[in-house]
């Protein structure tokens, strides 16, 4: 008999840089050959795993000895056979048992991607192939089904998994990752962007070292702490050197994402639903199908894996109605009047806007019920006529009248106890029937599993965009789950709630863009607590933090910035000193952080003195002409002396750069020199508008440009340059 580790087939999945090798081994397990950059040739992998020495004490696979599957880099592992590390799949049958053995059955081909029902997933084009690798474990009459797309052009792959009930009894799922990935190494650094409220999505790096480590949350959204991505790369990886895996989940719920090290130096890669918490009755005949991960390797640091996932998320990812489309420069009057507003002075607020050149007014909390703090009045979306001196759709007339467009603030999961709608419908709060729930903010979370409570906010947000002209939409959810459970589900069914959630979620959303495909949706989660690519396949931006410190957006906005395009990141310029810090940054440098975003401002523009509100019209008419490269241009993560108090970015066209930096606090008698760029085309020239000089690529990439020096903490300045 054939060394059952011999591979006797291998599939290669490749895109224009990157390639993933795939392998049957002769016992029939499917097993991770390779995934890295694209190979030049087609090579053979016959022996790869024939190859292995082989460790000890571990367990025998199919009666033959020293086959050991836990050595082997299995491409979806499973429980109770002899790989006895973490499984990506665990699935219990009717009589208890969990013990499941996957082998590979046939290999489908199609030349698109299938959607996955109910969630969200990136789209297809005509550069996107997809290879179906159907396991079986016969005994349990389970079909395992990988379905792994390669897109060409934006160097990306995508996975996620099939489950089918073959037989005639229910199957429990426990465990469903979309994703795992064995490595025959230990050699790398972990990234996680990773932090709290008011300071998300920092990047954090850890060597790795025997065991587990990763990210998840439980908190029944991504969540602030940690994003659902997790990158290995190359130890010394920077934003330009250093070869780089990153796998991202398309899902806004409980995650897991980890990498775990065994006895000998191999590394286990899975992103996926977090198994804790979770299960799923799988009855008779029916499918689940995972989330959607997504996979870039970059071969060339950071900037390279975070042009790809930029790419390809804003083309592929975003709703093509408005992934393109200009963002408006928004005014929001949260920070400016909190719920303290009327007819007047938002009208008021909306002129100064419109005069400094504001786009879109979008009104925050405060608007609906009786809501004049956030005690009351969340799931009563009624305008208060009164506080609004009249209906909203003469408000809106208002403030369109006056030339701009208009956008309002929701949080249509959440109901306040004191609301009709819960005094209506108290039971359709997230709530068991034994415990006190819990408030958070005031507020209770709507079981958004439950098809009334889709139907209701499908119905009141449609009514309300059908009858006034709202262009916008902050939806905004400031709080996470706790007292998990529903009543919509038995009680042996209860791990499916959380699960259930998102899908409701993703079913309001859905609904809502497709009757109102234009609509722009601001997602927010009390800053960026739900920032992800679920999300971001329904929203035009992303509230990226409730801290607009633009020197603490700094690194939240490095880490936002890594994986989700930069027209999605909604940053606003607002007051000093700063209401979450109360830092004192100069205009200037808060406009070119916001502008790192999506521009928008927030603050009381009635405060502000006549040359204040020039250099903000001046900002923005500068931002106008800017526009299309500052939101669609590549952005990329320059080199400085000093990480951490010096910060450098540019975007890039075609034709243009810009090109921005800040300086945190201002060293005495240092010199600063010269910002070298990077990223750019080897033979072009560019000239820059403020010193008209022409600069040859390859001189600024290896010289740089000269730089001023800082007159005082929170410096900034900005190059413009256009090929010539
Ligand atoms: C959250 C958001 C803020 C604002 C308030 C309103 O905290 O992040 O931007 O909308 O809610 O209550």
Known sequence: MDNPRTIVQQFDLVTTRSQMTLGVMASGHLVCLYLGPRLASRVSFKNLLTDLNHASYLADTDGVRNFRLEQLPLAYPTFGNPDLREPALVVADETGSRITDLRFDHLETYPHKPAITGLPSARWDEQTRTWAFVLKDEQLHLQVTLVISADEDHDVFSQHVIYTNQGSHGLTIERAFSFNWDFLSDQYQMLNLTGAWSRENHLQWTPLKQGFQGVDSKRGASGHGQNPFIALAAPGTTWDHGQVIGVNLVYSGNFIAQANVDMHQNTRLQIGINPFNFSWQLNAHRTFKTPEATIVIAEHGLNELSARYQRFYQDNLMRSAIAKTPRPVVINNWEATYFNFNKQSLLTLAKKAKQVGAEMFVLDDGWFGQRNNDTSSLGDWVPNTKKLGGSLTALIKEINQLGLRFGLWVEPE????????????????????????????????????????????????????????????????????????????PPRRQGEFEHRYML?????????????????????????????????????????????????????????????????????????????????????????????????????????????????????????????????????????ADPGNQWAWLKKTADQIIVDRVTVLVQPNTVEKRQRLTGLPANALYFEQQTQRTYAADFLMQVGLPVDRPTGDFFSQRWILSRV
């Not at 005094?423 to 819990?438: L, S, T």
């Not at 309001?508 to 927010?524: D, Q, S």
């Not at 000093?576 to 070119?592: D, F, H």
């Open 414 to 489: 959440m109901v306040s106890p004191n609301s009709d709608l819960y005094r209506r419908h108290p039971n359709w709060i997230v709530a068991d029937e034994k415990h006190q729930p819990q408030l958070t903010r005031s507020q209770y979370v709507l079981d958004m599993s439950r098809s009334d409570v889709q139907d209701y906010l499908i119905y009141t947000l449609d009514t309300l965009l059908t009858e006034n002209n709202i262009e916008y939409l902050k939806w905004d959810m400031n709080r996470n789950i706790t007292d998990a459970y529903t009543q919509t589900v």
């Open 504 to 640: 409701g979620l993703y079913r309001v959303l859905k609904a809502l863009v497709t009757k109102h495909p234009r609509l722009l949706i601001e997602g927010c989660a009390g800053g960026g607590g739900r920032f992800d690519a679920g999300m971001l396949a329904y929203c035009s931006a992303i509230w990226t933090s409730d801290d607009t410190d633009a020197i603490a957006r700094l690194p939240i906005q490095e880490g936002t910035g890594l994986l989700y395009p930069a027209a999605a990141m909604s940053a606003h310029v607002s007051a000093v000193p700063n209401e979450q810090i109360g830092r004192k940054t100069p205009l200037t440098t808060r406009g070119i952080v916001a502008e790192q975003g999506c521009l928008g401002y927030e603050l009381d523009l009635t405060k502000l003195t006549a040359a204040e509100l020039a250099a903000i019209q001046a900002q923005i008419a500068s931002y106008k002409k800017l526009r299309w490269i500052l939101q669609f241009g590549q952005l990329i993560r320059l080199p400085v």
